[in-house]
Nanobody, 125 residues
């Protein structure tokens, strides 16, 4: 079992920045696993935000966040990050980190096995 704990969410004005963190632990967690961020706004489906491969040198982003968000990981600390800049009200959602299959990068929720409890990000206009 893998435990994921997100932190760093909050209320920020439009144009502001936040940095989300996701601490991973558990017997089956591996530094070789791909990891990703997803978000879910009220009344909407969970959507892909960003993903990173096990070494941190390959990333993928949703078009809506390209150029504004940056995903990274520190395998020594078992921690995933999401730097969010130039935030917009449309970025308001609960943000989830997730663990995917090893040696790969995925963009759909069903391909991820473990999920955190989520952290709320609210961007005011």
């Amino acid at each position: 079992q893998v435990q994921l704990v997100e932190s760093g969410g909050g209320l920020v004005p439009a144009g502001g920045s936040l940095r989300l963190s996701c601490a991973a632990s558990g017997r089956t967690f591996s530094a070789y696993d791909g990891m990703g961020w997803f978000r879910q706004a009220p009344g909407k489906e969970r959507e892909f935000v960003a993903a990173v491969n096990w070494r941190g040198d390959i990333t993928d982003y949703a078009d809506s966040v390209k150029g504004r968000f940056g995903i990274s990981r520190d395998n020594a600390k078992n921690t995933l990050y999401l730097q969010m800049n130039s935030l917009k009200p449309d970025d308001t959602a609960v943000y989830y980190c997730a663990v995917g299959p090893p040696f790969s990068i995925r963009t759909t929720p069903r391909e991820y096995t473990y999920w955190g409890q989520g952290t709320q990000v609210t961007v005011s206009s």
